[in-house]
């Protein structure tokens, strides 16, 4: 579904990823893994149109992304929660929803919130309180459920477990999963801890330094030794 074909960007004249080459699918989980400042967060800012793109080419079910702006990249089906000001903090909940329907049919809003909604019915609760009193893993459910509003072919997680306890990641990382396995999205995902990340993932990753230097199963990666523990720090079962 997703494409992104020797892919270099930056910010300016500053470039941060290097040709790179990915691919992601409908029903699975694709994880983008490497040490900090690999380019990660980079590479998900160039799919979705926010940094200068030097060469290479994007394009989602054939139809090119490369040069669009990043309402019509929106638009096109591709959803993106970055890892912070994913929400508005000083809008109610209800609120950030009316700002997630704004590419909606007026009509189509009610009912594709109601279906949303069932991803995380805690919600409901809290449609009249300001975002900035919720808790952190709430803020992530209220992100994910704007997303999911628009209905993407697509959704890309920049870090969705950042700063939450360790209970709440467990299960904002099953919703994640189950984004594309049982919702039959496309889910690109970039997680801080790279062994939950693959655990969950069909295909893996690996950027150094920008640059693409593992490519293949997530189970492949993880049983890697070299590649294992010298950029993710993990340790691989003998």
Do not use: C, W
Request: hydrophobic share 40%; proline share 3%; aromatic share 6%.
């Amino acid at each position: 579904m997703l494409s992104v074909e020797s892919v270099s960007a930056g910010y300016g004249k500053l470039q941060i990823i290097n040709d790179i080459s990915l691919e992601a699918n409908q029903n699975e989980v694709t994880v983008i893994v490497g040490p900090n400042g690999s380019g990660k967060s980079t590479l998900l800012k160039t799919i979705s149109g926010l940094t200068t793109l030097y060469k290479g080419k994007i394009s989602l079910d054939g139809k090119v992304l490369s040069g669009l702006p990043p309402h019509e990249i929106a638009k096109l089906g591709l959803a993106y929660l970055p890892q912070t000001e994913s929400v508005f903090t000083q809008l109610t909940v209800a609120e950030n929803f009316k700002m997630a329907g704004y590419t909606i049919k007026t009509e189509d809003v009610a009912s594709r919130l109601q279906e949303s909604l069932e991803i995380f019915p805690q919600l409901r609760a809290y449609l009249r309180t300001k975002v900035q009193n919720l808790s952190g893993g709430e803020r992530q459910m209220v992100a994910m459920t704007m997303a999911m509003l628009r209905k993407p072919k697509i959704i890309m997680f920049d870090e969705p477990t950042a700063n939450l306890a360790p209970k709440v990641a467990t299960q904002v990382l099953k919703t994640v999963a189950g984004f594309a396995h049982d919702s039959k999205l496309g889910v690109v995902l970039v997680e801080q801890n790279a062994r939950r990340a693959l655990e969950i993932g069909d295909k893996a990753y690996l950027l150094v330094s920008g640059r693409k230097v593992f490519e293949g199963g997530t189970k492949e990666l993880l049983e890697h030794k070299e590649l294992s523990k010298l950029y993710l720090g993990l340790k691989v079962e003998q």
